[in-house]
Nanobody, 115 residues
Framework: QVQLVESGGGLVQPGGSLRLSCAVS????????LGWYRQAPGKERELVAA???????NYADSVKGRFTISRDNAKNTVYLQMNSLKPGDTAVYYC?????????WGQGTQVTVSS
């Protein structure tokens, strides 16, 4: 089994930055790729960014050039650096494997972009 715990969300003004962290524990050796996902009110959950163990990255078009996903394999942690935040980025952010596995969804961390 794998546990993923997100942190780092909060309230930020448009144009601001936040860094999300996801601590991974459990049977981590079974994981190659990890992803950050988000779900805004009234919308379906969507992939924001993904990263493989050897550094391959993939981003949603809406965040390219603003968000950066990274991972520290020694710390079993994946990060999402979010810059130039917009109100449209407001959502609950989750980490999971990529592709996602239903059993691994956690509580997520709320990101609110508002003036």
């Amino acid at each position: 089994q794998v546990q993923l715990v997100e942190s780092g969300g909060g309230l930020v003004q448009p144009g601001g930055s936040l860094r999300l962290s996801c601590a991974v524990s459990g049977n981590i050796f079974s994981i190659n790729s990890l992803g950050w996902y988000r779900q805004a009110p009234g919308k379906e959950r969507e992939l924001v960014a993904a990263i493989s163990r050897d550094g391959w990255r993939n981003y949603a078009d809406s965040v390219k050039g603003r968000f950066t996903i990274s991972r520290d394999n020694a710390k079993n942690t994946v990060y999402l650096q979010m810059n130039s935040l917009k109100p449209g980025d407001t959502a609950v952010y989750y980490c999971n494997t990529y592709p996602s596995i239903g059993d691994f969804w956690g509580q997520g961390t709320q990101v609110t972009v508002s003036s």
